[in-house]
């Protein structure tokens, strides 16, 4: 607007400034006017044209709003009082001449709010016409007349700037304290308090929110008519990317779009942005400001959008804090476990958690890579997930394992990758589905679905996914590895037939247990087994009922020993036991439980051997009386079962000094 060059032109604006903060013109829009031409506010308004219809062009104004004004100012400027008059649409107006000297005769609009606009800046409905007070507005104007010739004899611009420093120096504390919050809420009340006292505003609103995230949360003086609805937050979003510089906005009827079920014909909008990154909004409904009014309000909007912004990012850090903390957590909690059921059940378990899934499942190549077969499953009937098997290539997820590209999915219905019907087990239309790969290799892949809130799976999930599994990546590798390895060494370590240790395992344990009590004075025992009249069994029933005779002798063994005890095979039909911290007395108990074990378990076909039945004879050795070192041992226990068979088998016999000297030969 301001095109002018006159030295006068300085203290228009300081006047008009002055004016709008007086209480007689609370209610009203100024503007001035010299010779056809609006001079003051700078930007564009509805004085141009009909206000009843501010986006309306002058031209097809049927009311001939704008030909009035004119000839009522000509009237005013050359009488030199003050008039009042309605609009041909009905809006009261104030037309108020004033002179400034040297120059030329001015005139000072005022416009009072429309009834329906002033409900609602009031807090109430919107209300029927109602026709003004006529003799309050001539007293009104008659007052400004009346003050106007001061003013221009005033510094204006002296005590606008005055009010301003005043003003400045007020920002500059908010500013201080506004960096002591901690909150968004407090930034927002600090915030609104300081618009409303510092401008004199009866009416405002902020909205706060990420438009990436849930939305947009309202905050409102107490003059705005309360309503349930939410802010619009695509149209917030939108006018945010609009506009990201932080300056204001003047919006006409369009702001009706930002807060469903409100009327509002015409409001100042300031961005909430700092670096870029759109925060909120504030709107000021109705409300025409002073330039420099307004330059403070934009300053203090900008420091609260900064305040709120390091406050974001501090929130962001400390979740990408903890977000980690959690993931090694996770992952070593995973690294820790041995089995690989186990691994699988916690890697759906822990993706669940970190997406907040309240369904999902691992499913893991076989060994051709074939098919995809569910390991472990959250949210459905697991003997049924192991029973479902999925080609390479078919199906979503497996076309995830063959090409090893995630996938997250919103709508799978309008998804175009998909454009498929929902699955009926499946609460929501979002999901996600991310290969494991170790060394360039795809082996699985991890699939999720229904959020807790019903919500879709974003980038950010992905994200979070995609980092997890790189990881888990490694603990199944590990996993896999150590399975094998235990395999191989168990297959080191035990007899093929029975599955007990063989030979060489016991005899590395028995050295160690050896150590162990020489170190701690304790005493330990073993037990030599042989199975009576087996060679006859093997012979009248075929050595594949030997065979699965010693499968069973040995579970029999195994179930009627201890934990501790080391049960191996001895070759043949001998077997052995180490017990730990037993003495001969306690050892004597555990065979005699043994051997009652193997004597009453039914064999087939075993009323055919001498006796009828499958029975066994015990040799029983203790440390250190017969015996401190391990061939020692083992020869004192087998010359107890020695005795044992001599003495009728089916029998206990512990290792005594004599029996070593009846076993002498001499030469």
Known sequence: MERQSDPGSINLRDLLDHLSRNPLLRNFRLALYRQGEYLEPARRTAFENCSRQPNQDVSSCGSSCHQVRESTFQKVLASGRPLVFLSPCGTLNLAIPFTIPETSAYCLLAEALPPADLADRLGGAPAPFIAPDLAKAKSIATCIHQQIPGLLRQDLRLANTEKTTSRLRTLVDISAEMDLLATEGEIVDLLKESLIILFDLSCLVIVTGDPAASGFILQQSSSWPKTEASPSARKVAEFLRQNPCGKSVSLGEEVNLFFPGKVCHGALAIPLVASGQPLGLVVLPEATLPAGDLSLLELLCVKAASRLHILKLERERLEASAF????????????????????????????????????????????????????????????????????????????????????VVNDIEKDSRLATPNRPRFKTKSFISVPIRIKDRTVGVLNLSDKEDQGIFTENDLHILTSFTAQIAIVLDRAASMERADLLEKLAATDALTGLYNRRFFDERLDSELSRSIRHSLSFSIMLLDLDNFKNYNDLCGHIAGDSALKKVASLLKSSGRDIDVVARFGGEEFIILLPDTSKKEAVLVAERVRHAVESHPFPQEARLPGGQLTTSIGLATFPDDGDFAQALIKAADTALYQAKENGRNRTVPFTRKQAHDNVVFL
């Open 324 to 407: 980690a903390t959690r993931m090694v957590t996770m992952v070593s909690a995973l690294a820790q476990l041995r089995q690989q059921e186990e691994v699988y059940r916690n890697i759906v378990e822990m993706s669940a958690e970190l997406l907040h899934a309240t369904c999902g499942s691992l499913m893991m190549l076989d060994e051709k890579g074939e098919f995809l077969r569910i390991e472990s499953a959250k949210g459905m009937n697991q003997p049924l997930a192991r029973s479902l098997s999925i080609k390479l290539g078919t199906g979503i997820a497996g076309r995830v394992a063959k090409n090893g590209f995630p996938l």
